[in-house]
């Protein structure tokens, strides 16, 4: 099916409309320029009328039996799987990611449906002893009620999914407002795999707009109890700070400034592996990526010689070409900022190992070492496919430098010793640490969120229990009591 001609719309109460706004999003390809679909967003009436839905529908769904809701989610994970190609078409298209990245998203993604399926049937209460005589104390995990969902450009089908899924299992409706350059895959093929799979009307809304034209209306909304936004640390303090203001609940996944760390006794060709892929991966658009290699100086010379000439062989190109490694940035703005970052660290002495030709949003990658120790390249998140290198003598100085940035997302070491690499990884400050692996990593089965500027809150497992959920005591005497008053 053409997802771009027919699903490039607003979904509110179970109907496919068009906005009405008075101006039109256009959705790109990012590697060719061409037009996927023009959609004349929402305004502040479709909000209220998305969020009024939900409300209305959450109440008899928070009512069902498992049963009927494990269906649902067994359907949607059913059709995604046949979907399954068209969906890494679209991600390509739509997103420029190569097929590499297309296909861990779409496999990732079914991870997080099949544990959503599993949390249909998880114990949702407690029974407590009490030291009153005859009392006993239950207490209960009820859906929170309706969720706003704000998704990045990055992964939108898979940041969609996991919150998606885990908020219906347990008895929830959500409202996805995507990011403007994803419209389609992070917002109409989430509302066509849940239509097809039989969820009533309401409980999944697609809203695609821009702040421009609602402003904070999608936070401040009365019906959402619930904020999950995925996105920058710039947007995501305005994010905290509106739904604050309303008692509203927030989980945030912000910016990184992920660094993956190289040992003294590091196996150096698997760390070249896992560095290369934790800097390039989606040409460096990812949180969760290493922006900074940090190498011990009794090691720097062999892993530089590798890295780089890993880093100089990766293809850039077209992202349908399956040897593509590195496909199109957003834009030729971004483009443009990447190169004068480079530029800049350059004329302040820093050296490029690699330097990648530019070609409209194709962004050759670029490693650059000797960078000032209060260069700004290394306390900011670099959303593109530039590595930087940094020499350090010690743990200690490793330490330092890992946890300069006010960041704290994620992060990895390498080294021969496990036992060495659990002690350092406890020494960093974040939210998710990897020993010997890569730092671009997600599971449904293990919490996942970061500190600092990188965040607020979790996601997976029983974190999304926590997310999506309100507990209730509930105490009960059995007998009769007795009242001191």
């Known amino acids: 099916m053409s997802f771009f001609y027919e699903l490039a719309d607003q979904y509110i109460d179970g109907e496919w409309r068009t906005g009405t706004g008075s101006w039109d999003i256009i959705d790109f390809n990012p590697y060719n320029g061409e037009k996927l679909a023009s959609i004349t967003i929402a305004t502040t009436q479709e909000v209220d009328q998305a969020y009024r839905a939900a409300e209305r529908a959450q109440r008899s769904w928070a009512g069902t039996g498992p049963g009927e809701r494990r269906g649902v989610l067994e359907r949607a994970l059913r059709i995604t799987e046949e979907m399954r190609d068209g969906i890494v078409e679209a991600i390509v298209d739509e997103l420029g990611g190569t097929r590499l990245k297309a296909e861990y998203e779409v496999r990732v993604a079914r991870d997080f449906l099949r544990d959503a399926i599993r949390q249909t049937v998880r114990p949702l209460g407690r029974l407590l002893p009490s030291p009153v ?59 066509k795999i849940f239509e097809d799979a039989g969820l009533p009307a309401g409980l999944l809304n697609i809203l695609i707009t821009d702040v421009a034209e609602i402003g904070d209306a999608f936070i401040e909304h009365p019906v959402p109890r619930v904020i999950s936004f995925a996105g920058s640390d710039r947007a995501g303090r305005q994010v905290a700070a509106t739904a604050a203001g309303h008692f509203k609940r927030t989980i945030l996944e912000l910016s990184g400034n992920s660094a993956l760390v190289v040992l003294d006794d590091a196996d150096i060709d698997h760390a070249v592996d896992a560095a290369v892929l934790s800097r390039f991966v989606y040409q460096g658009q990812v949180g969760m990526a290493a922006n900074r290699i940090l190498v011990d100086r009794c090691v720097e010379g062999e892993f530089t010689e590798k890295f780089t000439a890993r880093v100089a062989a990766l293809r850039t190109g077209d992202p349908r070409d399956p040897g593509t490694r590195i496909g199109p940035v957003n834009d030729t703005f971004q483009a443009d900022a990447l190169n004068a970052l480079v530029d800049q660290a350059v004329a302040e002495g820093a050296t490029a190992l690699v330097r990648g030709d530019t070609c409209g949003t194709l962004v050759g990658p670029t490693v650059l070492t000797g960078l000032r120790e209060d260069s700004p390249l290394l306390s900011q998140e670099i959303f593109g496919p530039v590595a930087l290198l940094v020499t350090f003598d010690g743990e200690d100085e490793a330490v330092r430098i890992a946890n300069d940035p006010p960041y704290g997302l994620s992060g990895a070491v390498h080294t021969r010793s496990t036992e060495r690499g659990v002690r350092f990884a406890q020494r960093v400050a974040g939210g998710v640490f990897h020993v010997n692996g890569s730092t671009v990593q997600d599971d449904p089965l293990v919490v996942l969120g970061g500190e600092e500027s990188s965040g607020a809150g979790r996601l997976n497992d029983g974190a999304a229990v926590d997310a999506f959920t309100v507990q209730r005591w509930m105490s009960i005497q059995h007998g009769r009591s007795e009242f001191p008053f």
């Open 133 to 191: 005589d005859g009392k006993e104390n239950r207490v209960h995990r009820q859906p929170v009620g309706v969720i706003g969902l704000i998704t990045p450009f990055n992964y939108p089908f898979l940041a969609a999914m996991k919150s998606v899924a885990p908020a219906l299992a347990l008895g929830n409706a959500v409202v996805i407002k995507p990011h403007q350059y994803a419209p389609v895959v992070g917002g109409g093929l989430i509302a």
